[in-house]
């Protein structure tokens, strides 16, 4: 059990998170846009998760899933809708993992309208009621002096365009402001605009004992905590065993290594750091003969209390500018969205130089990794321990130098704990062979140095590591796609036979206005006309919101 308190120790701490989109209602196969804001029980600014989970449910099962970094309380992420997704009103809901303690009475929930033209009944020929859900947590907005104007009200098709935001108090946390094609349908609720007394939240009661929220989640204040089970290989059931040791590693180039917390309850925790958007992560049980391995558990809750949702209606009027909007989306994943960002993980976390690197194609290459370690590769040997050959690194501190008995090795970033593996390995796969002659510390894991093996190319799943050694696919931090927008200041661009279907025109999640009263922001219309809002929504360092709106026409002259 675990307690957190507030700066004086006595105050309960209690984290809140809001949640933004660039629009409510989206078709199949478009990406949701989110900005994530963090606030304490004070209304105040919180920087406490790095991380921040969202989901998109039906009435109880969360259908699109996303994990979002944030950095001094501010995180902005995209959910890619499933080009199959039915149409109808989803709930977004989005928690970090502190905030489960609680339960989800405390998340935020807000509906989301999707439509999916590729149904053949995704247009019903009803009238919008206006229907919609009361969003939870919802902040209650107020513009105050903020004043927010376009330079034009009516804009042609390619035009560029510039905001006027002015009244800006100089101490703003954070201010985002997006440009999309109005909602045909109304799904905000009248609860949305109203300010009762400055209130940002309407907070729930949670889980608590002596003032202090408790419970098994412990917040994420360093970086992502992915969760496992220690499971008999044997008999496939979950089983409790404090002794065993686990680690986790990133697969792929660069030296990561988590060991593994193991709770009174059997859990076990990877306390991870660096980590961005990755294919494959890898748990491994070392010291127990492949009798155990770790399964990594979901993020997600996944699955919540069910909500009757409204029935998506939408007026017959509307079918032209679905039509046109369904055609712009099919344009622009053809060909003019960005390619993703095929971000890895960031760099190693072990930052020494290694005490000596091999570059194997710079030798003669011997047919045996036995051989390749005896006749070129130094401080680093193959040698007997309790009836099994295991690799062992010439460690050297101030006093002395020693063959240590515990040492790291990594092949692409896998743990390898059991070192005869490497001995199977055909020398003609491997690239290079780093190796670090100093002990390593890791979260309070001490090795007697490190051998890293970077396969030429990877050639992981040409190795078997073993049953205790789980190389297992991840979505972990969200590889996020900006928004690609032409500069039409730019002739060349303004003609261009490429078609520019934008629905959202801009997004900036966090606008640096450098305690400036007024900024000007520059934007470019699309080939789409139709009406379009601007959303600028902030926040004050002392709680107070900022929400403002403006409406403005483009027409195709």
């Not at 491994?284 to 209606?313: E, G, H, N, Q």
Request: hydrophobic share 40%; glycine share 8%; proline share 4%.
């Amino acid at each position: 059990m675990f307690h957190v308190f507030g700066n004086t120790g006595n105050e309960l701490l209690r984290e809140r998170i809001y949640v933004q989109t660039d629009k409510k209602v989206y078709l199949s196969g478009e990406p949701i846009r989110l900005k994530m804001l963090t606030l304490d029980a004070e209304h105040l600014p919180l920087i406490l998760s790095k991380i921040a989970y969202a989901e998109l449910v039906d009435d109880s099962i969360g259908r699109v899933q996303t994990i979002v970094t944030l950095s001094k309380g501010v995180g902005e992420g995209m959910m890619q809708l499933p080009i199959d997704l039915p149409s109808g009103v989803y709930r977004l809901i989005a928690y970090t993992r502190f905030m489960r303690n609680e339960g989800a009475e405390v998340f935020f929930e807000t509906a989301i309208g999707v439509i999916n033209p590729f149904q053949q009944d995704y247009y019903p020929q009803l009238v919008n009621t206006g229907a919609g859900i009361t969003p939870i947590n919802a902040m209650k907005n107020q513009s105050g002096s903020i004043a927010l104007q376009t330079d034009k009200s009516v804009y042609a098709i390619r035009e560029q365009g510039e905001l006027s935001i002015t009244g800006l108090p100089e101490n703003l946390h954070t201010l985002s402001v997006a440009i999309a094609g109005k909602d045909l349908i109304d799904l905000r609720s009248d609860e949305e605009t109203v300010t009762v007394n400055g209130q940002l939240f309407d907070f729930a009661g949670g889980s608590t004992e002596n003032g202090a929220v408790t419970g098994k989640y412990i917040p994420e204040f360093e970086g992502h905590i992915l969760t496992g089970k220690l499971v008999d290989n044997q008999t496939g059931q979950s089983v409790s065993d404090r002794s065993v040791k686990t680690g986790l590693t990133f697969a792929g180039k660069g030296i990561h290594f988590f060991p593994g917390q193991i709770t009174e309850t059997g859990e076990i925790r990877f306390l991870t750091a660096g980590m961005a958007a990755t294919e494959n992560i890898s748990t491994v049980v070392y010291d127990a003969d492949d009798k155990y391995r770790v399964d990594i558990v979901s993020p997600f809750v996944s699955r919540f209390s069910p909500k009757t949702m409204p029935v998506l209606s939408i007026d017959s009027s509307c079918y032209n500018q679905l039509l046109a909007r369904s055609v712009a989306m099919q344009a622009s994943r053809y060909f003019l969205e960005a390619p993703p960002d095929k971000r890895v993980i960031d760099g190693s976390i072990f930052k020494i130089k290694p005490a000596n690197s091999y570059l194997l194609d710079e030798y003669t290459r011997f047919p045996t990794m036995r051989e390749v370690f005896t006749e070129f590769v130094s401080n680093a040997r193959f040698e007997r321990q309790n009836g099994k050959w295991v690799l062992s690194v010439a460690v050297t501190t101030d006093l002395k130098s020693f063959f240590g008995t515990k040492t790291l090795v990594l092949l692409d970033g896998i743990h390898v704990y059991n070192h005869e593996i490497i001995l199977n390995i055909d020398p003609a796969l491997i690239e290079r062979i780093n190796i670090y002659t100093k002990r390593c510390n890791f979260g309070g894991e001490l090795f007697d140095g490190m051998i890293e093996l970077i396969s030429y190319p990877e050639h992981i799943h040409e190795t078997d590591f073993g049953k205790a050694v789980q190389i297992i696919p991840y979505a972990g931090l969200q590889a996020f796609e900006p928004l690609a927008v032409p500069d039409y200041a730019d002739e060349k661009n303004r003609n261009s036979w490429l078609p520019d279907t934008r629905h959202t025109l801009l997004w900036e999640h966090d606008v640096q206005t450098k305690g400036q009263s007024a900024i000007h922001i520059p934007f470019d219309t699309s080939d789409l006309k139709g009406e379009y809002q601007v959303t600028v929504e902030g926040l004050t360092t002392g709680g107070v919101l900022i929400h403002t709106t403006a409406v403005f026409s483009v027409e195709g002259f």
